[in-house]
């Protein structure tokens, strides 16, 4: 029975940053990956407006990504992902968080876009393997993904 119930856990869930999640991030967060946007300072991070979205992990149940979506950005249907940031250990997570951010986005965004930092390969390769594809405009490089209904 034990083991059912173990087995019936989450892995991984995405939710609303808590002021109780700030100390576990901080632990983390000045030698995590920038996936998606531009590294800021947590405490930048935290006094913002926007709503920065957390992914637990189910087995540990502490923070281990911060992303930050913004809808109708840049304009209906879209979503813009501004800032995806891993602990080094949990970079296969990441991609859960992804999956579940989209899954959240179907009901009310076609099109999800990323900025890919210039100078973090494993970033492209990261989003290529979600599905996302390259769009070069200006001086920096996009990744784009069509979500289905």
């Known amino acids: 029975m034990r083991a059912a119930s173990i087995a019936a856990q989450p892995i991984a869930a995405l939710r609303p940053l808590r002021q109780s999640d700030v100390e576990a991030v901080a632990r983390w967060y000045d030698q995590a990956v920038v996936l998606a946007g531009e590294r800021r300072?947590?405490?930048d991070?935290?006094?913002?407006?926007?709503?920065?979205l957390v992914l637990i992990d189910g087995r540990r149940q502490e923070p281990v990504a911060l992303i930050l979506p913004t809808i109708d950005?840049?304009?209906?249907?879209?979503?813009?992902?501004?800032?995806?940031?891993?602990s080094q250990e949990e970079r296969e997570l990441a991609a859960r968080g992804i999956a579940f951010l989209e899954a959240a986005l179907r009901l009310g965004v076609e099109?999800?876009?990323?900025?890919?930092?210039?100078?973090?390969?494993?970033?492209l390769y990261f989003w290529l393997?979600?599905?996302y594809r390259p769009i070069a405009a200006g001086d920096r490089l996009w990744m784009i993904r069509e979500l289905e209904g």
């Open 73 to 86: 950005d840049p304009e209906d249907g879209w979503a813009t992902v501004t800032l995806l940031i891993v």
């Open 129 to 131: 393997r979600l599905g």
């Open 111 to 123: 099109h999800v876009r990323v900025a890919v930092p210039a100078d973090v390969g494993l970033a």
């Open 45 to 52: 991070l935290l006094d913002s407006s926007s709503q920065v």
């Open 41 to 43: 300072s947590l405490s």
